[in-house]
């Protein structure tokens, strides 16, 4: 029992951390907290990555409308997410660096097929799928050039922000945010906020910490919007009742 407990604890604690804490009872050690605090940062974000989009997914779903949402906004956001992760991958950063971005991949390019559905092309949707699966599959195949990785990952900040930009400046003309969930737009805003810490921790990639700078910033851009736009959004469904009483 000890030793599954020793066992646990060494996922998060590195071994000088875990001596100094239950050793040497030197709790006040501060680069040992900050390494626990990143590590432990950096899982619950993976945990919580595991469902961040599926309400989002759930509100286009139960709706059957992706009205609001820009696929060429997903496009761009996959690429960002799809390039962080390769490149994380293939550099051998800690999975608790990056682990998520396995998950929201596979959830952004649900996102982006069902809005392709829900435009009324489910071949292209599903075209889409395919392609993406093999495009991955060679990227983090290790037959990809660290170069190109690189150069992906450096072109993720302007796409980021086109991304995002792409998105508030759908919603500024529409006047509402449409199907966008808030709850996974808040989630994406606290979780990029933690990035910051656990990749100059973790990592001490200053492109990789760049990008996650410049995501927070957009991410508290739609943010806003969400809070910005509410009443809008909760008087359209108020009058889109009305009208389905009468």
Known sequence: ??????????????????????????????????STLSKALGIG??????????????????????????????????????????YSY??????SAWGEGTFLAIQT???????????????KAATFLAVYVGL????????????????MQAINVPIIVIAKAIQIITNYKNGSTGQLSAVTCA?????????????????GDSIIILTYCVSTATNAALVL???WYWNVKTTTTKNKKKKKRT
């Open 225 to 227: 919007q969400l809070f």
């Open 90 to 95: 293939v550099m051998n950063f800690p999975f």
């Open 136 to 151: 991955v599959s060679t990227l983090v195949s290790g037959y990809t050039p660290k170069d190109v990785l690189w150069s």
């Open 1 to 34: 029992m000890a030793d599954f407990v020793k066992g646990l604890l060494l996922s998060i604690l590195s071994q000088k951390c875990y001596d100094e804490y239950f050793l040497n009872y030197n709790f006040l050690d501060v680069p040992c907290f900050k």
């Open 187 to 203: 989630l994406l805003f606290g979780g990029s906020i933690a990035r910051i810490f656990t990749s100059i921790q973790e990592t």
């Open 109 to 123: 390019a649900i996102i982006a097929a069902l809005v392709l559905h829900y435009g009324g092309n489910s071949l």
């Open 45 to 86: 974000i993976i945990a919580g990555s595991i469902l961040v989009k599926v309400p989002q997914i759930l509100k286009i779903l139960g709706s059957k409308s992706a009205e609001g949402i820009n696929v060429y906004g997903v496009y761009l956001e996959l690429f960002a997410i799809t390039a962080n992760f390769s």
